[in-house]
């Protein structure tokens, strides 16, 4: 049995001198099929299940989330490492001993979700915490394995930017009440939007890495953050506003629109920074982008769509 999340994470930090900042709540085990659990003993109480995973709550309330493995998954290949490759600390767990999984376990199982939007304002920071803290990915042929694995589970799916501009927001959710380009003009920290310096075709969505990476690192902030505001505007701000759509707050709105950003609506480099950065794209939010926003409708900068 071995214990992961965010209670091996304490467990890890405080070995190296460090604080996890939290207090953890629940349990994250993996077992084998042949590991037997009392829960009778643990006190612990069926919930619900799945395919290879059961969730369980303890008297106490806390809850307790168990990863069977099965042939050739990841969570196979883990244990056998707990079990063959090294000499772990324990630790009491309800009265059961648990192995508890090394720090760069824990980094390797949190970069493999973390594309993911569950839990994701979590995990996101744990993830950061732990890259920098460890640097490089010592099970990175695992971590490879299990991050098809998330894909898989909860369908990930990012959208094809080989299309143009038009084609692209024409789809179900994107904004109809106002011009977009207009928008993006409103949102920009400069004269012009960044995603102009860094299109690889004006008429297509597809971006460039080198021009990207050829910005200033306030101005890779900045590119991200345009595209945060006018995603939390039309797609929070804007329904709630003028179409009847539920209610948001801009902070609120602008997190999801990060947290999409992070997940499932960019892919590749623009993704993957806006992940390694989202702690410094947080500190930088602007409370006033949707005091911004409505000036600019009310001096007619944004028009409404015809």
Aim: aromatic share 10%.
């Amino acid at each position: 049995m071995l214990l992961i999340g965010s209670q091996a994470l304490r467990i890890g930090l405080e070995k190296v001198g460090k604080a996890l900042g939290r207090v953890p709540a629940d349990f994250d085990l993996f077992v084998r099929p042949t590991d037997i659990i009392p829960t009778t003993a643990m006190g612990l109480s069926y919930v619900s299940s799945t395919s290879n995973k059961t969730l369980f709550k303890a008297s106490d309330g806390k809850m307790f989330e168990v990863e069977v493995a099965t042939p050739g998954s990841s969570t196979e290949l883990y244990l056998d490492y707990a079990e063959k490759m090294a000499v772990l600390p324990q630790t009491d767990v309800y009265g059961m001993k648990a192995d508890v999984a090394p720090l760069d376990m824990l980094y390797s199982i949190k970069r493999a979700h973390r594309h993911s939007p569950r839990r994701f304002e979590r995990h996101v920071k744990d993830y950061n915490y732990l890259r920098q803290l460890c640097g490089t990915d010592s099970f990175a042929r695992i971590t490879k394995l299990r991050y098809q694995e998330t894909v898989e589970r909860e369908k990930l799916r990012t959208p094809s930017l080989n299309k143009s501009t038009m084609e692209f927001f024409d789809d179900a959710i994107s904004n109809r009440t106002f011009v977009h380009d207009q928008i993006h003009e409103v949102m920009a920290f400069g004269n012009r939007p960044l995603f102009e310096r860094i299109k690889i075709d004006p008429n297509k969505v597809t971006c460039s890495k080198e021009k990207f990476l050829a910005l200033s690192g306030e101005e890779r902030d900045h590119c991200v953050q345009e595209e945060a505001y006018v995603i939390a505007l039309e797609r929070g701000i804007i329904p709630m506003l003028f179409a009847d759509g539920p209610m948001v707050t801009p902070i609120g709105a602008y997190k999801w629109a990060l947290m999409r950003i992070c997940t499932t609506l960019c892919s590749g480099w623009f993704r993957e920074y806006a992940l390694e950065n989202y702690d410094n794209l947080m500190l930088k939010y602007n409370w006033g982008y949707t005091h911004k926003f409505l000036d600019a409708v009310e001096s007619g900068r944004i028009e409404r769509i015809k």
